[in-house]
Every structure is written in structure tokens, then in C-alpha cells.
């Protein structure tokens, strides 16, 4: 299977700040790299699908990048809303794998 | 609206059995993949098991393989998960999400998740 590595696994941040959560597969998956926020209780949310593409009605302060191995999220100025748990995770092959999670805290 | 509600969780005895339900609606649900994902208490998320549009197809993880299998009823609408052998470390809550491919034999993104059944796997 493919192995999905998140850094950091938790974060401390500001509202106002830029931050970046970087993913690295254990072989190439070319862009078919997806990221989720999940908020406590809550179910995951779906924030980018292809590496770089914003799936409808999520605010253009996300954004992803990446190809191959190495991808990032970023979110260019966090928000009270975005305190959440990010995670990453691979569709290259039908056995779907995640990356082990982001903590992003104040 | 696009939703899914799973059912059928509940507490178990080691080697023990039980059968998932994730009811959907608000979307034509023969038409895509749908996914079996699980969270251990304080835990990241796993995928378990995921079925293509028309059931030709199933794939599962490593930890469920020969254990567990995933089916569907398009004419109800349904997806199904039956746990059988249950270890304490099957613990989780089970979450049923649809893929965002139409029609298609290869998964792309987890779009719209279901809110979970927890399982406990003890004795």
C-alpha cells in the first residue's frame, strides 16, 4: 500500500497567519492527492480533491499544490472557523490510504 | 438534500458479528462508488472498504480483508458492511461516504460522509 506522511502532526497558530501542512507519499501518486478538515464530533469535509482543485463552496483561502510525492495545503489566513484536524489522503490505487493528520491549534 | 445516515452499530463480543447499513438519498446513488471509512476513539481516519457504482467491484484494507465484506442494493438505496471475527481493535466509529466519480471503476475524493455508527468490539 501506499504510505501518506503529514507535517506537522500539530500546529500552533494565530488568526491571521499563514499556514502550511505538507503531505509526501511513499511513491509517486501524481495528483490524485485529496485533503479533509474535520472539526470534533463532526464528519470530515472535503477541501481539495486533484491536488489543487477547491471543491465547491470552500473559501479560496485554501489551496493545495503538489505532484508526484511531496503536496501542500495552505491556508493563507486562518480563521477562527479553521481550527481543525487536516488530513491528506491518496487515490492513486483503489486501496485508499491517509496521512495521519494535522492538529492546527491556537 | 445529498445525504447518508448509517445504522446498525452497537457493542460486540470478540469474534462476534454484525452488519453496517448506510441509508442514502438526495442523490442517485447507482450512479457512484461509495466508501466504508473508520475512526478509533481518539484516532486519525482509516479507510476499511470501498465498492464500485455497480457492486462489479470490491476493495478492502489489509487489517478487514477476509473478514469483512461490502455490498450494496441500488434498488434500496443501500450499502451494507458485514463485520464478522471482530477484534477489539475494530473499535471505531464506521462512516459510509460517497465517492465524487460518476460511474467510474476508480475512486477520486470522499465527497459527502455520513455522520458514523460507533462499534465496540469487548467483552
Known amino acids: 500500500d501506499i504510505q501518506m506522511t503529514q507535517s506537522p502532526s500539530s500546529l500552533s497558530a494565530s488568526v491571521g497567519d499563514r499556514v502550511t501542512i505538507t503531505c509526501r507519499a511513499s511513491q509517486s501518486i501524481s495528483v490524485h492527492l485529496n485533503w479533509y478538515q474535520q472539526k470534533p464530533g463532526k464528519a470530515p469535509k472535503l477541501l481539495i480533491f486533484a491536488a489543487s482543485s477547491l471543491q465547491s463552496g470552500v473559501p479560496s483561502r485554501f489551496s493545495g499544490s503538489g505532484s508526484a510525492t511531496d503536496f501542500t495545503l495552505t491556508i493563507s489566513s486562518l480563521q477562527p472557523e479553521d481550527f481543525a484536524t487536516y488530513y491528506c489522503q491518496q487515490s492513486s490505487i483503489n486501496h485508499l490510504t491517509f496521512g495521519g493528520g494535522t492538529k492546527v491549534e491556537i | 438534500q445529498v445525504q447518508l445516515v448509517e445504522s446498525g452499530g452497537g457493542v460486540v463480543q470478540p469474534g462476534g458479528s454484525l452488519r453496517l447499513s448506510c441509508e442514502a438519498s438526495g442523490f442517485t446513488f447507482s450512479s457512484y462508488g461509495i466508501h466504508w471509512v473508520r475512526q478509533a476513539p481518539g484516532k486519525g481516519l482509516e479507510w476499511v472498504a470501498f465498492i464500485l457504482y455497480d457492486g462489479s467491484n470490491q476493495y478492502y484494507a489489509d487489517s478487514v480483508k477476509g473478514r469483512f465484506t461490502i455490498s450494496r442494493d441500488n434498488s434500496k438505496n443501500t450499502l451494507y458492511l458485514q463485520m464478522n471475527s471482530l477484534k477489539s481493535e475494530d473499535t471505531a466509529v464506521y462512516s459510509c461516504?460517497?465517492?465524487?466519480?460518476?460511474?467510474?471503476?476508480?475512486?477520486?475524493?470522499?465527497?459527502?460522509w455520513g455522520q458514523g455508527t460507533m462499534v465496540i468490539v469487548s467483552s
Open positions: 461516504a460517497k465517492d465524487l466519480a460518476v460511474q467510474s471503476s476508480n475512486s477520486d475524493a470522499l465527497h459527502i
